[in-house]
Structures are given as structure tokens and as C-alpha cells.
């Protein structure tokens, strides 16, 4: 179940123009050098993964942008923090983002926002991420999805 996960993950980040950071067990680390590329490369994760046929369970996905600083071929800072919460408030099969991409993304009609209520996560005592759901905009109304 894990390699299914991880040759897919790997293979649809590098389609996306994602460069793939580390894979930690049933989780994929990946950056991409432009908003819409991650924003779509999430998308198409949480797509894929609803595939009950692939054998692996639905994935959470979370985005944050911003500044990151690359050492030793990882991938450190707020953003990368961030990006990991917001994985662990999105429900199965969806994109939570955090503020900084929604507002890159506000203007583009490709992509449907919903913004969720504001979320405490751990590692961050007093910040309240606020995240929103993202969704292709032609799936928007049937989709429950970030």
C-alpha cells in the first residue's frame, strides 16, 4: 500500500512541476516553484487518491505558501509547518491552504475557495491558521473538498 502511494504521489508531483522533497512513510513532501503548480498538484492528489482501486486510503492534503529555506535537499520554515497542519485538519481527499495561497488564488477562477473556520493546531499556541478549502471551480458545487 505504501509504494502504491508512494510511485503515484511521486509520479503526479513531478507531472505537476513539483520537485518531490522526501516521502515520510505514508506522506509526500513537495515544493513547487509557483502557486497555481502547487494549488493544481494538490488538486490532482486528492483526485487520484479517491480512487478506491489504487488500495490506499484517502489522503489529506495540505498547502501553505510562502518563503522556505533549503538545506541538505529538505525544505524548512513557517510555510513547511504550516503546510503540515493544515494536512492534519483536511478531511480525506481534500486540500486545506493557508492564507497566503488563498489570496494568490482569490483572483484565478480556476480554483473555488471556502473559507473554513479559523483551526488551532498543534505547535502553535496562540495562531489560529486560517485556512480554506480549495476546489477546481468546475467541481465546486459537488464537492465537499478544500
Known sequence: MISSFESNALALVVQGGGRVVKTLGDSVMFVSDHA?????IGLTLAEVFEDETLGVPPVHVG??????????GDVFGAAVN???RATSVARPNTVVIDRGLAEVLAEDSRFALRKLRPQ?????EN???DVRRLAAADAAGACSCI
Open 63 to 72: 498547502i501553505a505558501y510562502g518563503p522556505a529555506l533549503t538545506r541538505a
Open 82 to 84: 504550516i503546510a503540515s
Open 36 to 40: 497555481v503548480k502547487a494549488a493544481t
Open 120 to 124: 488551532r493546531v498543534r505547535g502553535y
Open 127 to 129: 495562531l489560529q491558521v
